[in-house]
């Protein structure tokens, strides 16, 4: 018969032991679990493993204890950086105060889950379009912002190649972890970094190879949704030709390795310098063939008889000229006779009609006072000055009262 412990007061407090003993009783009634998370730490001491697992979508991290009993029991590839499903059973430390997780199985997630997983969230970012949303790289960057892992052979390889290549490229690096529960956190802030500073004008993200787990990092959706959002051109060198983040889809330019990107992001001085003289070269000859075929047309003109002595022309023509400058004249004054005559004859019809001959012969104009003719002597009564006009001069005159 189990005798009930009374509930703590102020006046009556339990134990340190007691309440610990009563947690650690809570505790082992939970019993075991499967979980699904990602190592991000995985030390031995002792035999015995020691780490911590990571939720995949959240910000949830546990302890767990792997005793070499069961250590030997699972696989032998388990590192930290990887995947797994384990089943856990709360375990809590009385002595100590501690809770921690005892594993008693783990095992790597199915290849198959996380592809599923992975292709249902690539088709989720294909139907937003940021797999659309290509931006061309410059032709020759003045300074490349470089996210790799400090004093990794990838960024050897970037920072060497490019070098090769251009050596008067300029290079801002920001260190970032690569894999790990640092990773997404520590990339994203690199590109938000590097994408502000206006003197980088591409971006490279580049890692080394590694297997399938290590790469999902760079699958993230929070990481795949910064590069996308990113403004600066970006360069995805993430594992080998075979590797395929999601990050390399949202990318604006994908190379197959960190040697791969600074070739296609660096031109090469020695193919541009060649590229320049080809250039050059070929200007020269085609200026100098434009050349060679307009002296050819100049001589051509000039060896024509009209250039070579252009009085010639003008004296074939002379005798032509000079007739039909004759001819103008001699039609020019056959229609100056013909005009006199006309006018003449046209003279002396108008002076035949004209009223002036009429009053050669005697005749006078009467004209009242406001210049009207007088045409009927009842227009002019007695007393009535009248203008009369003679063939020379005109004369005033007052009708008398006789008729």
């Known amino acids: 018969m189990t005798i009930e412990t009374p509930p703590p007061t102020v006046d ?39 780490g911590k697992l990571k939720d995949v979508d959240d910000d949830a991290t546990i302890s767990f204890t792997i005793w070499s009993s069961v250590k030997a029991k699972l696989p032998a590839d388990l590192s930290q950086g990887d995947r797994v499903i384990a089943l856990v059973k709360p375990n809590y430390w009385v002595k100590g105060g501690t809770l921690s997780m005892q594993v008693f199985e783990m095992r790597h997630v199915g290849l198959g889950d996380l592809l599923e997983r992975l292709e249902r969230l690539r088709q989720k970012l294909r139907a ?12 020759l960057p003045g300074c490349i912002g470089l996210i790799t892992g ?74 795949v949704r910064a590069a996308a959002a990113c403004q600066t051109p970006l360069v995805s060198a993430i594992g080998h030709e075979a590797d395929r983040p999601l990050l390399d889809e949202v990318a604006d330019l994908r190379a197959s390795t960190p040697t791969d990107a600074a070739k296609r992001v660096v031109p090469d001085v020695a193919e541009e310098i060649a590229r320049v003289q080809q250039a050059r070269s070929g200007m020269r000859l085609r200026i100098t063939q434009r050349i060679s075929t307009e002296v050819d047309r100049l001589e051509a003109l000039r060896s024509r008889p009209v250039l070579a002595n252009p009085i010639s022309m003008i004296d074939l023509r002379a005798e032509e000229l000079g007739r039909y400058v004759g001819r103008s004249e001699e039609l020019i004054e056959r229609r100056l006779e013909r005009a006199h005559a006309g006018v003449v004859e046209l003279t002396g019809q108008l002076r035949a009609l004209s009223p002036k001959r009429t009053l050669e012969r005697g005749y006078a104009i009467a004209q009242l006072p406001d210049g009207s003719a007088v045409r009927d002597a009842s227009s002019a009564p007695a007393g009535t000055k009248l203008h009369l006009t003679v063939a020379v001069g005109t004369l005033t005159a007052t009708v008398d009262e006789g008729r």
């Open 150 to 223: 400090k004093d990794s052979d990838a960024e050897k390889d970037v920072l060497r190649n490019a070098q090769l290549r251009w050596p008067a490229v300029e290079f801002r690096v920001v260190h970032a972890a690569v894999q790990g529960e640092r990773a997404v956190s520590e990339v994203i802030s690199a590109i938000e970094i590097l994408d502000a500073d206006p003197k980088v004008d591409v971006i490279i993200i580049a890692r080394g190879g590694g297997d399938f787990q290590n790469l999902l990092v760079f699958s993230d959706e929070a990481l």
């Open 128 to 139: 937003e379009g940021l797999f659309e949303r290509k931006k061309p790289l410059p032709f």
């Open 12 to 50: 009556a407090p339990w134990g340190v032991s007691l309440f610990a003993t009563k947690i650690k009783g809570w505790i082992d009634k939970l019993g075991s679990a499967w979980v699904e998370g990602e190592i991000t730490q995985w030390g031995m001491s002792g035999g015995n493993v020691y």
